[in-house]
Structure formats: C-alpha cells, structure tokens
C-alpha cells in the first residue's frame, strides 16, 4: 500500500538552528499538509500546500516557518530558527483529492534543546 | 477554541462488546467528518468517514453515525477486539480542505 515517507524519524537541534523536516507524499496526490502534535496535545495543523502553493496556513505557522516542494517527489517544512516550544511530533500528510483518504507519515519527533 | 471537541479521554471496553466513541463540533461550515486511529510513535491512519449529506456510513465493524442539528458523531465499533486499542481522533474538514483534530480518545479493549 502507498505511504507517506519521513525523515528523520528524530531530530534533535539546538535553540536558534534550522531545521528542515522531509517528507515524500503519495506519487499520484495533489494535496500536501503539514501538522504537529505536541505532546498530549492535539494534532495541529500547520499548513496546506496545493499546485505549488500554500493554499492555507495556521496562526502556529509564522515567518519562521516556510515549506518547499523542490522537485516532484519531496515536500518540506523548515524551521528558520528553532524555539523551545516547537518540540512536538511533525506529521506530513498528503491526498489525491483534498476530502477523502488523508494519508499522514509515521511523524519526526523534534526536540528543541 | 475548541471546533472539535472529544470529551471523554479514555474508555475501556470488554472485547467483543461495543466500543462508542462520541464527537461534537461547533462549525457550521464542517462538511466532511472523519475518524482516524493512532497507535504511539505512528501517525494517524484514516478509519472511516462520511460526508454531511448523509447520516450513517458502515464500513465492516466500524460505523459512524452523524447526526447534523446536534452537531454530533459517533464511532460505533462491533465487535470490539484488542487490537483496537490506540487513540481515536476526531477530524472535521471543511471547503479548504484542511483537518481540525480533536483530542483524542485512548480506547482500551480488555481481554
């Protein structure tokens, strides 16, 4: 069955660096998410991206943040400069339709130090 | 401002009974509503869906039932097995497409 790849797993930055979360959606999908849960929290969402562009964003999704499909297969959120509060799970999510059949990665744990 | 509340944060049920899994929204504006599953360190998996249209949709041991005017949905599972247990999450999604999350709902199916 097709997944949504992400990468890494887990990554660990320090205060003030960059970071960029990697994500590969489904081939075949047109819609891209990027969501966060915070622990014990609910999942959040960031961002959507379609035909090349954000089509909306969150109030959590500031100047900091930006997201990049750079060729045909890869979607990828950055972080410009890390605070302590962004620690959470990142989710990339992806569809072929933007209703039906969200299809969400296994997530990146970011831990802010 | 919570537009997708789950209230109740755990529910432990004996296999084989009926697992109920209750979902209130406030937005109007909702017109698809979808259940998913989450196990820990996994993302969510889509379960099942319906649209506003309509007010009941089956699928196997799972079925939602949507009632509009009281804003309302609920996740009947049928029989309930262990392997059920993970953290249910609420989802209701509008015209632009984006997913509003509950909180969750961690489900234990006993033994």
């Known amino acids: 069955e097709p997944e949504v790849t992400q990468t890494p797993s887990h990554q660990v930055t320090q205060m003030g660096q960059e970071v960029i979360l990697r994500c590969v959606p489904i081939s075949n999908h047109l819609y891209f998410y990027w969501y966060r849960q915070i622990l014990g929290q609910k999942v959040e969402f960031l961002v959507s991206f379609y035909n090349n562009e954000i089509s909306e964003k969150s109030e959590i999704f500031d100047d900091q943040f930006s997201v990049e499909r750079p060729d045909g297969s890869n979607f990828t959120l950055k972080i410009r400069s890390t605070k302590l509060e962004d620690s959470a799970m990142y989710f990339c999510a992806s569809s072929e339709t933007g209703t039906d059949g969200y299809t969400f990665g296994s997530g990146t744990r970011l831990t802010v130090v | 401002d919570q537009q997708v509340k789950q209230n109740s944060p755990s529910l432990s049920v004996q296999e084989g009974r009926i697992s109920i899994l209750n979902c209130d929204y406030t937005?109007?504006?909702?017109?698809?509503f979808l259940w998913y599953k989450k196990y820990p360190a996994e993302g969510p998996t889509f379960l099942i869906s319906?649209?506003?249209?309509?007010d009941k949709n089956e699928d196997g041991r799972f079925t939602v039932f949507l009632n509009k005017s009281a804003k309302h949905l609920s996740l009947h599972i049928v029989p309930s097995q262990p392997g059920d247990s993970a953290v249910y999450f609420c989802?209701?999604?509008?015209?632009?497409?984006?997913?509003?999350f509950g909180k969750g709902t961690l489900l234990t199916v006993n033994p």
């Open positions: 937005n109007s504006m909702f017109d698809y």
């Open positions: 989802a209701a999604s509008d015209s632009n497409y984006k997913l509003t």
């Open positions: 319906i649209s506003s249209i309509k």
